[in-house]
């Protein structure tokens, strides 16, 4: 079954600089990946993804980073705006799990003004 | 013009109730899901429905079901409400090539608490 975290790990940066989100995911056969950002009192909504034939994927101001030798997903957020803060999960798209999404646990970001 | 859509937004009831909550999808996707996320944010699969038909179903309490009159809307019926029932439920759709899950979106979410 799926990990479940105790607390949700919140990463606090100042506006303007970049925020490294990580995830890690158990599962070597997983093919597809995406990040959501889940703003409060609103549903996950689709930032990006990543197939896993890619190392890395860009975006507006995201890219996404693929490492399958040690099953390691990073979302990297230039120049982080107060718009920014969210709660981001990563999903992978997961071959024993009839091709469902599982969602990892969720890393809170907080722009500090 | 909203893509996913579910109703009620908040929803309060007493224990032993019986609660529908409604959900609606106009992107054209064939097949939609539930998702309960607890406090803790955990965000987990209940149900997915592929043209009317339940395709998975995760170790739920039959106290859930999942109901789809047509392939833009999957409803879920909850009965004897518990405590344990108080969460955020997302409904999410996405279309199904080659077995696969492509892309989901979700709605907005509907807050269920049981007092």
């Known amino acids: 079954g799926e990990s479940v975290g105790l607390h949700l790990p919140t990463l606090s940066v100042q506006e303007g600089d970049n925020s490294i989100i990580n995830c890690a995911y158990s599962?070597?056969?997983?093919?597809?990946f995406i990040w959501y950002k889940q703003e409060s009192g609103k549903g996950p909504q689709f930032i990006i993804d990543?197939?896993?034939?890619?190392d890395k994927r860009q975006g507006q101001r995201v890219t996404v980073l693929l490492n399958k030798t040690v099953k390691h997903l990073s979302l990297q957020i230039a120049a982080t705006q107060p718009g920014d803060s969210a709660v981001y999960f990563c999903?992978?798209?997961?071959?024993?799990?009839?091709?469902?999404?599982?969602f990892g646990p969720g890393t809170r970001l907080s722009v500090l003004p | 013009d909203t893509a996913v859509s579910q109703t009620p937004k908040y929803l309060v009831t007493q224990m032993g109730n019986d609660k529908s909550i409604k959900c609606e999808q106009n992107l054209g996707h064939d097949t939609m899901y539930w998702y309960k996320q607890d406090s803790k944010k955990f965000l987990k699969i209940m149900f997915s429905?592929?043209?009317?038909?339940?395709?998975i179903n995760e170790t739920v309490p039959n106290r859930f079901s999942p109901k789809s009159p047509d392939k833009a809307h999957l409803n879920l019926h909850i009965n004897s409400l518990e405590l344990g029932d108080s969460a955020v439920y997302f409904c999410?759709?996405?279309?199904?090539?080659?077995?696969?899950?492509?892309?989901?979106?979700f709605g907005p979410g509907t807050r269920l608490t049981v007092l």
């Open positions: 599962n070597s056969a997983s093919d597809y």
């Open positions: 990543i197939r896993s034939n890619m």
């Open positions: 999903a992978e798209r997961r071959e024993n799990y009839g091709q469902n999404f599982v």
């Open positions: 429905y592929n043209n009317k038909e339940l395709i």
């Open positions: 999410a759709s996405s279309h199904l090539t080659g077995g696969r899950t492509d892309t989901q979106y």
